[in-house]
């Protein structure tokens, strides 16, 4: 079975860290883009990172540059998500997706992915 799952979410107090992990099952991780988004409480998902099939081109969002870092292991067929000095705005449902031919992960054009996990929560607050 083709499957994503998340996992890592949790609460944290401001400034904290979390690791979010991307599990996938069925198929081969690292021979596709794989991409990190996000949808907090009325309002539209948007991209926060992705990571080329190669690895070669990694993007951040603007609000998360210098916060967050992706990575792959692949020996574990999984993607990390680190996030550190968390805000509250971080505050959001995380999902991990897959883009099959590269053309819209390093975009953040969620329409085009193409394999999504279920999400994981992350609250930060005090």
């Known amino acids: 079975q083709l499957q994503l799952v998340e996992s890592g979410g949790g609460l944290v107090q401001p400034g904290g860290s979390l690791r979010l992990s991307c599990a996938a099952s069925?198929?081969?991780?690292?021979?596709?883009?794989i991409g990190w988004f996000r949808q907090a409480p009325g309002k539209e998902r948007e991209g926060v990172s992705c990571?080329?099939?190669?690895?070669?081109?990694?993007n951040y969002a603007d609000s998360v540059k210098g916060r967050f870092t992706i990575s792959r292991d692949n020996a574990k067929n999984t993607v990390f998500l680190q996030m550190n000095s968390l805000k509250p705005e971080d505050t959001a449902v995380y999902y991990c997706?897959?883009?099959?031919?590269?053309?819209?992960?390093?975009?953040?054009?969620?329409?085009?992915?193409?394999?999504w996990g279920k999400g994981t929560l992350v609250t930060v607050s005090s």
């Open positions: 997706a897959v883009d099959y031919y590269g053309s819209s992960c390093l975009y953040f054009r969620g329409t085009g992915m193409d394999m």
């Open positions: 069925g198929f081969i991780l690292d021979t596709y883009a």
């Open positions: 990571m080329s099939s190669a690895g070669g081109h990694i």
